[in-house]
T-cell receptor, first 117, second 114 residues
């Protein structure tokens, strides 16, 4: 079974600085998808960024970028120019390809990010 | 475009009582998921629907949990009877189930069982 590990329960960053959240995963699949979701206190899970495993180029969405190391099974999230609104729980998630038949998201336990003004 | 809608947002019940949660997915999304999120954990899948068919319910505790998605749109998740350990946030998500598509989540229902 696939597992996702987030080794940092809590992180903090100064406003305008850069922070990196770690995520590793375990899978025997060669094709899959990786996600970072943000969950603010409102509880709504919001997609931050998505990476297809077959793509070598790291995904980027504005201030958010990933460092995808397929051989190491590592998928870290970098937040640049941190803002107060970035404070939330961040979850790393894994999904198998749709043709594998069973495609729920497998989540890590999350990292709570605090942004210090 | 409206997002995934869930109700109620909060529910407090006594143990052994029944409870039901409702989800309305994004219009046109044929796949619907129910997840349970325990405190301090990531969400875990309970059941997945493709249209009105439950295609993955292996993690659903069938002795007390049931779900339905009539007409392949709205869905209801029921617990009867509720136990103390059922206290959690119940999240609904939907997607188009295209290869590159993303699951979009609702705000969840926080259940407290006393």
């Amino acid at each position: 079974a696939q597992t996702v590990t987030q080794s940092q329960p809590e992180m903090s960053v100064q406003e305008a600085e850069t922070v990196t959240l770690s995520c590793t995963y375990d899978t025997s699949e060669s094709d899959y998808y990786l996600f970072w979701y943000k969950q603010p206190p409102s509880r709504q899970m919001i997609l931050v960024i998505r990476q297809e495993a077959y793509k070598q180029q790291n995904a980027t969405e504005n201030r958010f970028s990933v460092n995808f190391q397929k051989a190491a099974k590592s998928f870290s999230l970098k937040i640049s120019d941190s803002q107060l609104g970035d404070a939330a729980m961040y979850f790393c998630a894994y999904r198998r390809p749709l043709n594998s038949g069973n495609t729920p998201l497998v989540f890590g336990k999350g990292t709570r990010l605090s942004v210090i003004a | 475009e409206a997002g995934v809608v869930q109700s109620p947002r909060y529910k407090i019940i006594e143990k052994k009582q029944p409870v039901a949660f409702w989800c309305n997915p994004i219009s046109g999304h044929n796949t619907l998921y129910w997840y349970r999120q325990n405190l301090g954990q990531g969400p875990e899948l309970l059941i997945r629907y493709e249209n009105e068919e439950a295609v993955d319910d292996s993690q659903l505790p069938k002795d007390r949990f049931s779900a339905e998605r009539l007409k392949g749109v709205d869905s209801t998740l029921k617990i009867q009877p509720a136990e103390l350990g059922d206290s959690a946030v119940y999240l609904c998500a939907s997607s188009l189930e295209l290869e590159t598509d993303t699951q979009y989540f609702g705000p969840g229902t926080r259940l407290t069982v006393l």
